[in-house]
Structures are given as structure tokens and as C-alpha cells.
């Protein structure tokens, strides 16, 4: 969150001046950003080619028609000024956009082993397996080809991970950084690596990952392979500011140990968490944040304060221009060269550019140095605006910088608050700075908490339609946490650079603050999670939460309040009686499917593990069911394969703290999997069993009732060899009917053996969807099986690129030569399909299309 005071230097002279001829053009450039932005697809090139040379003709016409009219201020001139200023940076844009997808990488490239050389671009964040970094591309050719690539992305992302089993230790064999040899930006390398296009998971109401790398400059991310070595190239290049950023980075958290002697009751977690969040305090790094202290920061609403965000920059400018304004003052050779308002308003924005600079330059950086200039330059030039334009200037400067930043959440976050401070800026008001000053430390104390309230309150709509969820405790949080992480743990975590023990001081003046936050985290309605309402209930009540915080007569603020709820009690659509849907959730190489009838729902599997501290249950399963409103009534657990269960546990925490327990099925492998067992008790999935909700019929059709009825006897299999000892083999086969005989069929991760069994026993189509067994994979849907069930939309659920090779082609044949629509998760995100409709399947990558979106493909209906 982005604060700051125009009033943060001494005055400079100022002289009015007239903005009201701008806010034309400053609309223009607003309002043609968010046109381009929101553009399914991209235009020919020609087309933004020739907007832009109209504007400019549209533009000279009207300046020198406005040059000999007698009245040039008329409703049409400024219309003109609008429309020229909107269509030229569309223009723009939309011609940055083919620049940028000119250097995208070649789908052919993907997955083949490549030459790159050039230089590390950024810190090395360390991994489980490895190393990951930034690499600015100077030249790539194929291994063997002979000609560089013409068209290549000029940044990638890379990981270096050790060989399989190998240990990070001098002599082992493995990367040269597990072999001693440091890696730090700026070496330049040659390697071999294998790459791909920016993918990521596109859920409703979910976050978009290729529009972050979109936005960041990233076209592909890869790995080095170890045959042929990597070779150290001479002649480091530049990225000295990186450079700087890894040793302060390294620095920082090797005081641990220095941490661990003064406090040796600190476990060794909490230990790490505070180091981890002193280091993204100093340099940016946010992957040094735990996880689990992100989803408490988020909790307490003050993630923003965690890392180099506006405020802390707006900060240091503060501090800075301050300083250099008393030090300046000192000098009167100085003060006759340059004014000392003057002197201390360029040190105050040139150090926020370096600090932003040394942060990483992120994009919530880059978007507080664009708002500091800016206001910056009207106090160097003397005028005086009023706030509305001044607010809008700075948000025209960043979008013509950054278009994309519109969707981004921070970016809202941000304006919505700065406007607030400016509107409702007391100091501003006649008579308003004299009477703040006149209330002493109250009376700044009063307006800190008078801020805070209003901020709160205005953001409260923003945050329900941007995340689905609001921090009750965020107002008392921030109020502490404000003073505390800017002017003393921030302080001494940049102190770190000069002295390194400062860091494990900032560690220990952090822990009194964590245990506050984890406290009020505790609380009973801590957080308000709603379903995310319709984006007009939503901007209606953002625009009332404005209200509520304006100045205005206390009737006008009951209406704004009464606008509100439409907002807070959306009524979600539901299935009809009889009918019901079913949403494959995009969660990568994994299984996870949601069945919802009209007043029930259940979880089919719970997607795969990603790491050893993240998984599909927190990152994607449970934001998704909050912003939809459900909380499962069941979840059933196919097998006990990690990407079937990886997120079953953090998910089953979640809705066990939240309420009465979830009703968890599995099969045997579920049941006596270790790892599982805080998922007890787990109901047995077998076959004859059914039941109704809401008119909808469930049956599990798979697997058998043990034949001796002993409990933990092996369920019946007809298998081979292989699959007889396989999880897959156990899977939870569950088919739903609807009232109108429509029929969805989930099958897990069942082989041809099972599948024969099943055909066999009577299991026939037609079937409206079926979730294609095992991803796709060969030793899956059989001929018979594709025969028997003919089904009209065949699902697959697999990651993009993924190392088994699903789906595999003669699988994706097999069906379609049997009429079936083959959706690829990977090229349809989340795919929803009803039972009201059968003949209508949803993508996510198609419903809410996107240019920079490079995997979405249209589906082909094999039949009606």
C-alpha cells in the first residue's frame, strides 16, 4: 500500500496553474490503456500502426484548428483531445504487445535441448533441488544447428538442479554450485538447457502467472542440462546491483546462527521465518517468506508492510529528503546554488529511485517511483493542482509505463488508497495543517488512527472483489504493525549492509509483532470470506465505500452503506433439482474435480503436491472454494498417489478449523498410507454403494467388496502382475446421474484390467463426461472401454509438458475417432461442464481470454 505527503519537503514558491485542460488528455491515456489491456486478442500490427497515425493527424488538425477558433474550449475539441490521446496509446500498447510476442519463444523450441549464452540478470534463489535465477539471453542456437536463432527471448527464467540422489558437497558430482563454485549475477555462462513458454495454472477468481511473466519481461523457463557441461564464459558483465542484493541477502541470513545464540529458546522455524522476512525487507527477496507466514500476513492484512512496498519507499524518500534539506541549510554556498527545498526534493526522489532500484526494481517499485516523480515535478515547477489531478496525473505516467499493471491487485490497492489520503487529507484543508500541528503527539496519534480507519474501510469492497476476502483485524494490526516494520525492523534490516549483526536484531525486534499478529489471527472472525459477486455489485460497492469516507452529509453515507450489500450477500447460481455440475479444477499433473448438485458439493481428489511446502489444497483448491462460497460436504481420495492426495491434507485442515468435520472417502491405499493418517476417519469407497443428493444419483463402481470381508483384506483385482501390487489399480471409480439421465463418470487412475472388469460387469454409455483414466496414459482407455462408454466430452486432466508424456497421442486418436471432444486441461484451464447443458463445455483460457494467454485452444465438438 502506497502512502505519501505532498507536504513531505518545505514548501517551494507556488504558482496555480490551470490542469482542467489536461484531464482530457490524461482520461485519454487512462481510458485507452484499459481498452488495449482488455483485448481477447491482439490486432494486426498494421491496424495499432495506422491508430496511432490518425491520432497524430487527429491531434495536429485539432491543435491547429484550436489555434484560429474563437471559443477553442467546446465539448467537442475536448472530446477530440480524449479520443486522440485514447487511440494513440492504444496504439502504443498494442504495438509493445507484438514486440514483445515477436520475441516469445517458437513453440517448436519447446522441449529441445538448446545453446544459450549470456548473463545471470538477477539473485539466485535457492530451491529443494537447486538453484533459480534470471538469465538475459545474448545468443541461442540448437545443439545441432549451427546459425543462431533469430527470434529468441531475450529473458528466461533457469533451474540448476542436482543429478538424482547426488549430495551438495565439494566433491560429489553435480552443478558448480553444489561443487563449491558460487554463482552470482553477472557471471556469463554457455549451457545446454531445455525450455518452455510460460505456463500457469487459470482458475475462477484465481491469480494468472503468465501475466506476471508477461509483465516482467519472462518468456520461458527451463533447466540446464549437465551433458555438455555448463562452461564459464570471461568477462563478467554488469549487474552490479544484484550483486550487491545477493551478498546483502546472504549476509542477512547467515546471521541465524548469530540469532540462535541470543535467543535459544526461538525454534529453529520461527528462527528462519524472522530471518526470512528481514531479508525480504532489506532486498526484496520474497520467496525468503515462508509460506505459512504469508497466509498469516495476508490474515492480519498487512502482507503489504512484508516486503519493499510503496510505503517503505515513500518512506526513505521522506527520510531523505529531510535529511538532505537540514544538511543543506548548513552550506550557504549551497543554498545559493540550489534552494534547499529544491536540493531536498531531487536527493528525496533520486534515493527512492535507488532504493527501488536496489529492491529489484519490482513492479509495485517501479509504480511508487512513477507516483513520487510526478509529484515531485509539479512541486519543483511550483503548481499547485488540486488533488483529483494530481491523483490522475500519476495514474496516467504509470500506465502509459506499465499497461498491464491494471491487473494487477496492488495496483488498485494502491491509487484506491493514495485518493483516499488525498481526499480526505486534513493538512490540506484551510486551517487544517495549523490545528494538526496544535494536537501535539494526540493529535498525530488521532490522524494515524483516522487513516488507518478510512483505508480500511474504503478497501474493504477491493479486497472482497480482488481476493474474496476481507481482514476484520486489519485495521488494529496495521496500526501496529505500521510504525513497528517502518521505523524500527526496516531501519535496522538496511542496517544490516554497514553492521551484520543489525539483521538478527531486526529479527528479534520482529518476533514481539509476530506473536501480536498470530494472536489476533486467532480470533474468532479474524478474516470475512464471501463469495466474489458479480463484478457490477462489485464496483458499485467499491464506489460506496468511497462514499462512506468522503466528506459528505451523514444521510448520502447511509445510501452509500445500504449499496453495499448487494456485494455481501450474492446469491450464487445453483443447479437445478436433478441436475448437477462439475468443474475440473486446472491444478497441473493431477486430479481434482468438483461435483456440485443444488444444495450439496464434493471433492473428487485434491491435486498434486508442487513442493515440500506448497501444494494444490493451499494454493489453488481452497481460494477457489471460498471465493465460490462451498465448503464440501465430502472429499473422495481415488488412491493414494501424491497427485491425487498432495493437497488433501492442508485442504481437510482448512475446512476442519472453519466447521463441523468433512466427510473424507478413499480407497486402500488411502486408508493405510501413513502420510494420510490425520485424514482418519476415511470411509471406505466400494463398490454398491450409492446415494441421492438433490435428485442426483451417485454410485461407486469400483473397486470391490473384499471377498473374506476381513478389514485390510486387498480388494478384488483381476490384473497383471504389475497392476496387482498398484494404488492405480484400488482407484475410486464414481459415476453421477442426473434426473434428466444425463451421466458424468470420474474413473482415477484405473488400467485396462479394471476397465475390462467394469465393461464387463455392465458399464456401458453413454456417458455425457468422463474424466479420461490414469491422464491419458497408454496402459489406460482401452478400446473396449472407449467402445462401451462412447463419451462426448473426455477430460484430461495432465500438466503442461509434463515428463510422463500424457496424454498420449494414440490415446487422444483413440477417442476422437470415437467421436469424443478431447479438452486438455493445459489448453483449457478449468473446464466446467453441466448437466442442464451437455452439449456445452466452459474453458477458463476461453471465457476470459487473454493475448498474452499462448496455450488457449478453441474446442472442436466431435458431435452434437
Not at 548473463?119 to 539471453?137: C, D, H
Not at 459477486?533 to 452503506?561: F, Q, T, Y
Request: a positive charge; aromatic letters at 10%.
Amino acid at each position: 500500500m502506497l502512502q505519501f505527503r505532498t507536504a513531505s519537503v518545505p514548501a517551494l514558491p507556488l504558482r496555480q496553474a490551470g490542469p482542467a485542460s489536461w484531464s482530457w488528455a490524461l482520461w485519454g491515456c487512462v481510458l485507452g490503456v484499459a481498452w488495449q489491456v482488455t483485448q481477447p486478442q491482439l490486432w494486426p500490427l498494421g491496424a495499432y500502426q495506422a491508430l496511432l497515425g490518425a491520432g497524430f493527424v487527429a491531434a495536429a488538425c485539432g491543435a491547429v484548428g484550436r489555434r484560429f477558433a474563437r471559443r477553442p474550449k467546446t465539448w467537442p475539441s475536448r472530446l477530440l483531445v480524449l479520443l486522440c490521446a485514447a487511440g494513440m496509446t492504444a496504439a502504443v500498447t498494442g504495438w509493445r504487445a507484438h514486440a514483445y510476442l515477436g520475441q516469445a519463444l517458437p513453440g517448436e523450441l519447446e522441449g529441445q535441448d538448446l545453446v544459450v549464452q549470456g548473463t545471470m540478470a538477477s539473485m539466485l534463489q535457492n530451491t529443494a533441488q537447486g538453484q533459480r535465477w534470471r538469465f538475459e539471453v545474448e545468443q541461442a542456437w540448437r545443439v545441432d544447428a549451427e546459425q543462431p536463432e533469430r527470434l529468441f527471448p531475450s529473458m528466461i527464467e533457469l533451474a540448476w538442479y542436482m543429478p538424482w540422489g547426488s549430495q551438495a558437497a565439494p566433491d560429489a558430482e553435480g552443478p558448480a554450485w553444489a561443487r563449491g563454485e558460487p554463482l552470482e549475477p553477472g557471471q556469463r555462462w554457455r549451457m545446454t538447457v531445455r525450455l518452455k513458454r510460460p505456463h500457469g495454472a487459470r482458475n475462477p477468481h484465481g491469480f494468472d502467472f503468465e501475466l506476471q511473466q508477461w509483465e516482467q519481461g519472462v518468456q520461458a523457463a527451463g533447466y540446464v542440462r549437465e551433458s555438455p557441461s555448463p562452461q564459464r564464459l570471461q568477462g563478467d558483465a554488469g549487474y552490479r546491483m544484484q550483486r550487491w542484493r545477493q551478498w546483502l541477502r546472504d549476509r542477512i541470513r547467515a546471521q541465524a546462527a548469530v540469532l540462535q545464540r541470543w535467543w535459544p529458546g526461538l525454534g529453529a522455524s520461527e528462527r528462519e521465518s524472522a530471518i526470512g522476512v528481514v531479508a525480504a525487507l532489506a532486498v526484496g527477496d520474497q520467496q525468503a517468506v515462508d509460506r505459512q507466514d504469508w497466509t498469516l500476513f495476508r490474515q492480519t492484512g498487512v502482507s503489504h508492510l512484508m516486503s519493499i512496498s510503496g510505503l517503505h519507499i515513500t518512506m526513505f524518500a521522506w527520510l531523505a529528503a529531510w535529511a538532505t534539506g537540514r544538511l543543506w541549510r548548513l552550506s550557504a554556498r549551497a543554498c545559493q546554488w540550489l534552494p534547499a527545498p529544491r536540493a531536498a526534493l531531487l536527493a528525496g526522489a533520486v534515493l527512492a529511485g535507488v532504493y527501488a532500484l536496489f529492491s529489484g526494481w519490482g513492479v509495485p517499485a517501479q509504480r511508487t517511483v512513477c507516483m513520487l516523480a510526478v509529484v515531485g515535478a509539479l512541486q519543483w515547477w511550483g503548481l499547485r493542482w488540486p488533488w483529483p489531478q494530481v491523483w490522475l496525473l500519476a495514474l496516467a505516467v504509470v500506465l502509459v509505463a506499465d499497461p498491464w499493471a491494471l491487473w494487477q491487485a496492488g495496483f488498485w490497492l494502491s491509487f484506491v488508497a493514495v485518493g483516499v489520503l488525498l481526499a480526505t487529507d486534513r493538512r490540506s484543508q484551510p486551517g487544517g495543517e495549523a490545528a494538526t500541528a496544535a494536537g501535539g503527539a494526540w493529535g498525530k496519534a488521532a490522524g494515524l488512527w483516522r487513516e488507518q480507519w478510512l483505508i480500511s474501510l474504503a478497501l474493504a469492497p477491493l479486497s472482497l472483489l480482488l481476493f474474496g476476502q476481507v481482514s476484520v483485524i486489519g485495521l488494529v494490526a496495521n496500526l501496529a504493525a505500521i510504525p513497528w516494520i517502518t521505523l524500527l525492523v526496516t531501519p535496522l534490516a538496511l542496517a544490516s549492509a554497514l553492521l551484520p549483526q543489525a539483521a538478527a536484531l531486526a529479527a528479534v525486534a520482529l518476533e514481539p509483532l509476530m506473536a501480536l499478529l498470530r494472536w489476533l489471527a486467532g480470533a474468532p472472525v479474524a478474516v470475512l470470506a464471501l463469495p466474489q459477486p458479480a463484478w457490477w455489485a462489485a464496483a458499485v460497492a467499491i464506489g460506496a465505500g468511497l462514499l462512506l469516507v468522503a466528506p459528505l452529509p451523514w444521510r448520502v453515507r447511509v445510501v452509500a452503506a445500504m449499496c453495499c450489500v448487494p456485494a455481501l450477500w450474492w446469491p450464487l447460481p445453483r443447479p437445478a433439482w436433478g441436475e448437477f455440475e462439475v468443474l475440473a479444477v486446472d491444478i497441473g499433473q493431477g486430479n481434482a474435480v468438483l461435483l456440485r448438485t443444488r444444495s450439496h458439493s464434493l471433492l473428487y481428489d485434491a491435486g498434486p503436491q508442487y513442493s515440500q511446502h506448497s501444494d494444490a489444497g493451499e494454493r489453488v483448491l481452497l481460494p477457489l472454494l471460498q471465493a465460490l462460497g462451498l465448503r464440501p460436504d465430502a472429499m473422495m481420495l481415488s488412491h493414494r498417489d501424491t497427485d491425487h492426495t498432495g493437497g488433501a491434507l492442508s485442504l481437510h485442515r482448512s475446512l476442519t478449523s472453519a466447521g463441523p468435520a468433512v466427510t473424507v472417502w478413499g480407497s486402500d491405499s488411502v486408508i493405510r498410507d501413513p502420510a494420510l493418517a490425520d485424514l482418519a476417519p476415511v470411509r471406505r469407497c466400494t463398490a454398491g454403494e450409492r446415494w441421492q443428493w438433490d435428485g442426483v444419483a451417485f454410485d461407486i463402481l469400483h473397486p470391490l467388496m473384499p471377498q473374506s470381508g476381513a478389514p485390510g483384506t486387498e480388494p478384488v483385482q483381476d490384473a497383471l502382475p504389475s497392476a496387482r501390487t498398484s494404488s492405480n489399480a484400488g482407484s475410486c471409480v464414481l459415476r453421477l446421474r442426473s434426473a434428466s439421465g444425463r451421466v458424468a463418470l470420474l474413473a482415477g487412475d484405473i488400467e485396462a484390467a479394471q476397465e475390462r472388469r467394469l465393461v464387463a460387469q455392465g458399464l456401458a454409455g453413454p456417458v455425457d463426461w468422463l474424466l479420461v483414466p490414469h491422464h491419458g496414459s497408454k496402459t489406460s482407455s482401452s478400446p473396449p472401454w472407449i467402445d462401451a462408454l462412447a463419451p462426448r466430452w473426455a477430460m484430461v486432466q495432465a500438466g503442461y509438458r509434463n515428463r510422463f508424456g500424457h496424454p498420449v497421442p494414440a490415446v487422444v486418436q483413440r477417442y476422437e475417432r470415437a467421436g469424443s471432444t478431447v479438452v486438455q486441461q493445459d489448453r483449457c484451464g478449468a473446464a466446467l461442464w453441466r448437466s442442464a447443458q451437455p452439449g456445452a463445455l466452459h474453458c477458463e483460457r476461453l471465457i476470459r481470454a487473454h493475448y498474452w494467454d499462448v496455450h488457449a485452444a478453441p474446442l472442436d465438438p466431435q458431435k452434437d
